[in-house]
């Protein structure tokens, strides 16, 4: 153990001391770094590639209409008017075929609709998609979609309705 610390140490000084010259490059420090922790430069890519997915919402988009692949169509939209319909399109990555996903919609603190749905087979970068549509809102004002994977908030998207 205390071979391996020194050894550690002389190259953490090595790491060093390479930043510290004159006219040292970036690539000095990367190599002298990767060196000193024992790795290759591809060692940060291998530990991120066998950290653990977690399944969770990566965003929620609320416009007027959806595509085939249930994204919102030209972007989402901030304002709707007390006869549109409100959709949303929640994007979850990593989440487990059958998850149960819902949104709730709130005017201040009151609850005024909610809708569930379970994700489907996911992409091969692990992308589900799953929409939700709501009868137009009545009551003029600031309303958020609060998003939940498995029971648990992931998110909010504020929206208007009314001018």
């Known amino acids: 153990m205390t071979r391996s610390a020194t050894a550690f140490t002389v190259a953490a000084l090595f790491a060093l001391t390479a930043c510290g010259r004159k006219g040292a490059r970036s690539s000095d420090f990367d190599s002298a770094t990767t060196a000193a922790l024992g790795g ?11 950290a653990p997915k977690v399944g969770h919402v990566m ?34 990555i990593y989440a487990n075929a ?3 996903v819902s949104v709730r919609i709130r005017l201040k603190d009151q ?12 992409d091969t970068a692990g992308v589900a998609i799953v929409p939700f549509r709501f009868a137009p809102l009545k009551k003029d004002g600031a309303y958020q979609a ?9 998110m909010a998207a504020a929206f208007k309705v009314g001018s």
């Open 40 to 50: 290759t430069a591809s060692a940060g890519s291998a530990a991120a590639a066998n």
């Open 59 to 92: 965003g929620i988009e609320i416009g007027r209409s959806l595509d085939s692949a249930n994204r919102i169509i030209l972007g989402g939209a901030a304002g709707f008017g007390s006869s549109d319909s409100v959709l949303a399109s929640v994007r979850t």
């Open 111 to 122: 609850t005024v609709d909610s809708a569930a749905s379970k994700t489907a087979a996911a």
């Open 146 to 154: 609060e998003v939940f994977l498995d029971g648990k908030f992931q």
């Open 98 to 100: 059958g998850t149960p």
